[in-house]
């Protein structure tokens, strides 16, 4: 059973850098799969952050694109998101999620993680 | 950017009756692209459907997804007390983008 489990700190301050992890059990980050982040704003709508393949192959949400950095940890079996210079506008739900092998969709996701931005 | 605009805002109905979601997009969508998703409060969403028509694992076949172009449904044959959520379509682009619609809500009537 894939299981994905997010973790980091639950409050960032304005202009410091967000950076969570996500934990996955059940199944190997180095088969085939790419590995992303989505977020939740409180009572709001889904936004792609990007996703991973591997540690040369990332893709960001352009609007993102500036601020994120991805990574994966294969040894540890997870893999990390970096958000920099974070503003009130960037407290949300993040959720870790496995893409769906031949679809464009996300099959397994971790059960999310509130990040509040405030000093 | 596709955007992806969903209706109605709220759907309200009541357990048995069947439930008709709408996706519509600013520009084509390749089917293959056009995913359906299920979210219940203070849950992570629950893939339902993807390429458009395919159920996920596990996903009951009162659940039903059709469209190609703009114009995407996601059908609920006979709507269980368990089905009232927010539904979510997503969409993926050929600059590797991905975008949800704003959501539907479907209440109990």
């Known amino acids: 059973q894939v299981q994905l489990q997010e973790s980091g700190p639950g409050l960032v301050k304005p202009s410091d850098t967000l950076s969570l992890t996500c934990a996955v059990s059940g199944y190997s980050i180095s088969s085939s799969h790419w590995w992303g982040w989505i977020r939740q704003p409180p009572g709001k709508g889904l936004e792609w952050i990007g996703y991973i393949y591997d540690s040369e192959t990332a893709y960001y949400n352009p609007s993102l694109k500036s601020r994120v950095t991805m990574s994966v940890d294969t040894a540890k079996n997870q893999f990390s998101l970096k958000l920099t210079s974070v503003t009130a506008v960037d407290t949300a739900v993040f959720y870790c999620?496995?893409?769906?092998?031949?679809?464009?969709?996300?099959?397994?996701w971790g059960q999310g993680t509130l990040v509040t931005v405030s000093s | 950017e596709i955007v992806l605009t969903q209706s109605p805002g709220t759907l309200s109905l009541s357990p048995g009756e069947r439930a008709t979601l709408s996706c519509r997009a600013s520009?084509?969508?390749?089917?293959?692209?056009l995913a359906w998703y299920q979210q219940k409060p203070g849950r992570a969403p629950r893939l339902l459907i993807y390429d458009a028509s395919s159920r996920a694992t596990g996903i009951p076949d009162r659940f039903s997804g059709s469209g190609s172009g703009t114009d995407f449904t996601l059908t609920i044959s006979r709507l269980e007390p368990e089905d009232f959520a927010v539904y979510y379509c997503q969409q993926y682009d050929s600059s590797r983008m991905y975008t949800f619609g704003q959501g539907t809500k479907l209440e109990i009537k």
């Open positions: 520009q084509s969508v390749s089917s293959s692209y």
């Open positions: 999620a496995r893409k769906l092998r031949g679809s464009y969709s996300f099959d397994y």
